[in-house]
């Protein structure tokens, strides 16, 4: 690529390695680019996608009441196979799970 390219270009160069599943080395080698160069382009791309997220959203909470001695784990199912368990005994996160589907 030559020097000076135009941010919706770069942008879309950053979009397709994303998208390639190839790592950035395999990426820029087969579209001859320096790997400083498509780093930096995605470095930006992520960096702008974070900044236009929203923020995250903070539900209230309350806690009723202790649980029982001897009560069960509380276990939070999350996306991607992560499990996260709490344990009451111990008044602290246990243990992270995390499984591949």
Do not use: N
Request: proline share 6%; net charge positive; hydrophobic share 40%.
């Amino acid at each position: 690529m030559l020097k000076g390219v135009e941010k919706p270009e770069w942008l879309r160069v950053a979009e397709e390695f994303e998208a390639s599943g190839l790592t950035q080395r395999e990426f820029a080698g087969r579209r001859g680019l320096r790997l400083s160069t498509l780093q930096s382009w995605v470095y930006r791309r992520r960096r702008k996608e974070s900044a236009e997220a929203q923020p995250a959203v903070r539900l209230p909470q309350q806690v009723i009441r202790a649980p029982a001695s001897g009560a069960a784990p509380l276990k939070l199912a999350l996306g991607g196979g992560v499990q996260v368990r709490f344990s009451p005994e111990l008044g602290r996160l246990e243990r992270v799970h995390i499984f591949s589907i």
